[in-house]
């Protein structure tokens, strides 16, 4: 009989057997990689390719491309193509980051030929129809008005401008002005340049056939698709600003949102796993030092957190919550308390080892299943990092101790180093 009264004995997880991606290449030189595992005959097919917002000026071309391409091709309006992938019980989703574009296909297994079809139209032949077009600039500007009038909103645009420099890469945002400099052609000419075999990859995850790959060639081995690598643009040396508090104010503003950071390091760099750690203490899950104070204990936030961004070309370190306006003060005071506190004394032993147990458990949750083990392969897609980047972060996880956090906070997190940016009031 089991004994219900007497928890498991604790295990501590030293290593994660990951299922590794088979990394080929179609007939036309095309990056392959396949994870093949789970029981279903479903798969997603994600074609990722260097076509981020880093690509333009303007970094509404890369985004409206991406969105775009299911709007209509030379032999299909996007309502063909809607109602064929719906009546093969496929779907798919596109998003764009600052150095990808991702457009992913979710097909069964039994029809992903006629799946394939689809999508090589769309990824080969998008039209950007000009009626579509219109709507959805409009769409867009009317969205991006209405968003402007929130803080939050207010606040991400502006840090990294803070952090970057308006003209960097990293930097730039979308103004308002931009919906009239955007054109179609300019779509179409993004889309020839970058979406095609020689600037991107295929990563393949689920019970993938016996016969996918020459499925895959089928449709998009082909030399036609295989052109030089689109140009990308060089990262010029950020222009962090000079001043460390600056205020985006909005009159009668009731909430205030608040960022505190720095440029970083992205994962290639040693340090990048112990300050994934560190940063967790500080702000990185719901029992951390800064949910416990200026949420639990002052209640000045609903939420308040913490994180390492990692780009291809950089990174940065960034708090992040909305308070009321008459505290914004008062929370800003307790953000540094808490970060000078990391700064000063050695993490308890007990904190940390929940903190080691909280990271080591979302981990192996994010390595459950097919689709689960591709995003793992994903995020190391573009760095110089093989699968013993996992090995690396477990161990860091297990290992480090509260001397080398201290260090590092000491290292990384001097206030006279931190960007400050209140949107809203600050009182």
Known sequence: MIDRLTPPEFRQVTKVDLQKSVDQKLDNGMPLYVVNAGTQEVMKIEFIF????????????????????????????????AEELDFY??????KVTHDH?????????????????????????AAFPEEEFGIYLDNRKQKFIVDSDKVSTLARRRFTELLYGEHHAYGVSTKLADFSRITRNELQAFHKEFYHAGNGCILVSGNTPSDLVKKLNTHFGGAEWKRNAG???????????????????????????????????????????AMQVLNCVLGGYFGSRLMANIREDKGYTYGIGSGLASMVDGGYFYISTEVGVDVTGAALKEIYFEIE???????????????????????????????????????LIGYNLGYDYYDRYLETIRTV?????????????GKEELIELVAGEKK
């Open 89 to 94: 019980g496929a779907f798919i989703e596109s």
């Open 231 to 273: 140009i990308v643009p060089a990262i010029t040396v950020p222009a962090t600003t000079s001043q460390r508090e600056n205020l985006v104010r909005k009159d009668g503003a009731i909430q205030s949102a608040i960022r505190v950071g720095k440029l970083l390091f992205n994962r290639e760099h040693k340090d990048y796993p």
């Open 50 to 81: 260097n076509a981020g917002m880093r690509n333009r000026e303007y970094p509404m071309v890369a985004s409206a491309v991406n969105d775009m391409l299911d709007e209509g091709t030379a032999s299909r309006k996007s309502m063909d193509i």
């Open 341 to 379: 506190k990391l700064r000063n004394d050695i993490v308890p032993a007990d904190e940390l080892d929940l903190v080691r147990n909280y990271m080591t458990g979302v981990f192996l949750r994010s390595t459950d299943g097919p689709f689960a083990m591709a995003d793992r392969k994903r995020a």
């Open 401 to 413: 101790s509260a001397q080398e956090l201290r260090e590092l906070a000491q290292k990384h997190w």
């Open 101 to 125: 574009a991702i457009f992913t296909l979710w097909t069964l297994n039994k029809y992903l030929d006629e799946s394939l079809a689809i999508v090589k139209d769309v990824l080969f032949n």
